[in-house]
């Protein structure tokens, strides 16, 4: 039980130093102009865009929840509080599909959920709503019209396409090894390259691809 627990610890303070992910957080989206000084001049707009898991409005000091979150409270007390926004899936994957593409998760295009789900049957919304490369997000569109996109955090919203291997992971790896660091650290620059490939980001960092518990090296600390 000590070797779990010892484990588990490791590999939280690993993805704490080296994927710097917090707990809920799903992806930040960040648009900047590519020119420093140039929103002055142009009147552009900075914006970050924070995305959580299983949060419920209720637990931000802002709508009277009792968790402390002082710099959340702040940006409500200086900016647009909404109280009635939606969702268009309970899931995260579905809801991330439409936050990036403006779209129902029912109408992605990605081969595997089209297979999943005939167009003459009603479809089934869960984790299969896929960004493809080729799809326009809006990531994209910011870069299209003069803004520097960048990700981190939880992603969940793509496959790891065909061709491209990723490092291979035992249960018991030692995460004090600095081979598995190392194979750690590669596992997260292909991870960064597909999301900026896929989803349209000029930069990424710090990605969690799916949930935590998905990985190799935590699935025997359950």
Known sequence: MNDIIIKRYKLV??????????????????????K???????GSTNFIVIYTDELQFSDLGCYGGEIPTPNIDRLASEGTLFKSAYTT???????????????????????????????DEPYNIAWNSWITEDQKTLSRVLSE?????????????GK????????????DDNLDDPEVNKKLQDQQ??????????GG???????????YDSHELTSSLS
């Open 13 to 34: 303070r690993w993805l704490e130093t080296h994927i710097l992910i917090s707990i809920g957080l799903a992806f930040i989206l960040l648009g900047c102009d590519i």
């Open 36 to 42: 420093i000084g140039q929103s002055a001049k142009t």
């Open 89 to 119: 899936a309970s899931m995260c994957t579905p809801s991330r599909y439409t936050l990036l593409t403006g779209q129902f998760p029912g109408r992605c295009s990605a081969i595997s959920f089209i297979e999943e789900n005939p167009l």
């Open 145 to 157: 019209n003069g803004f520097v996109t960048g990700m981190a955090g939880k992603w969940h919203i």
């Open 160 to 171: 790891v396409p065909e061709g491209i291997a990723l490092p291979a992971f035992q249960q």
């Open 189 to 198: 620059r292909t991870y960064q390259l597909l999301v900026k490939r896929l």
């Open 201 to 211: 980001f000029d930069y990424a960092a710090s990605v969690v691809w799916s949930n």
